[in-house]
């Protein structure tokens, strides 16, 4: 089973539920719809990942960046940064035939995280950045969210 790092300890998630459309911007960029409800999937263990590829079985693969919260004992105890890969072609082709797409999101190496801090240790006002190659390519903030 694959670990993410709290402090000084591996932790081992068996699953992690991811919220999607989630960023007005994002639903905007990709041409989809505000939902009305939230977008929930899951990635399994093995999506973890401290490699970050570019394409996966000769796909290229997309890049987001994301806030991740650890759940334990019942609370949101950690926050850590994580980058979402994405295989965007699959999953347009998947969405436009009505299918799941988590083939495109849950793929082993689909999920890389940041060490988690406690969130009582995190700024009050969480923002983070993407850059590729020294390139701004995303900026956000929970202010962003839905």
Not at 98 to 117: N, T
Not at 129 to 135: A, V, Y
Request: charge should be negative.
């Amino acid at each position: 089973m694959k670990s993410v790092v709290l402090g000084e300890n591996l932790i081992v998630p068996t699953k992690i539920l991811c919220i999607g459309r989630n960023y007005v911007e994002h639903i905007h960029e990709l041409g989809n719809e505000i939902p009305e409800d939230m977008v929930v999937f899951l990635k399994p263990n093995s999506a973890i990942s401290t490699v970050l590829h570019s394409e996966h079985q000769g796909e290229t693969l997309h890049y987001e960046t994301e806030l991740c919260f650890m759940f334990q004992n019942g609370r949101f105890s950690s926050v850590a940064v994580g980058l979402d890969l994405t295989k965007r072609d699959l999953q347009t082709k998947l969405k436009a035939k009505g299918l799941p797409w988590e083939r495109a999101k849950a793929f082993d190496g689909a999920a890389l995280f940041s060490p988690f801090v406690a969130i009582d240790d995190a700024e009050a006002q969480l923002h983070f950045t993407l850059s590729i190659n020294d390139n701004l390519v995303q900026e956000g903030h929970i202010d962003l969210m839905i």
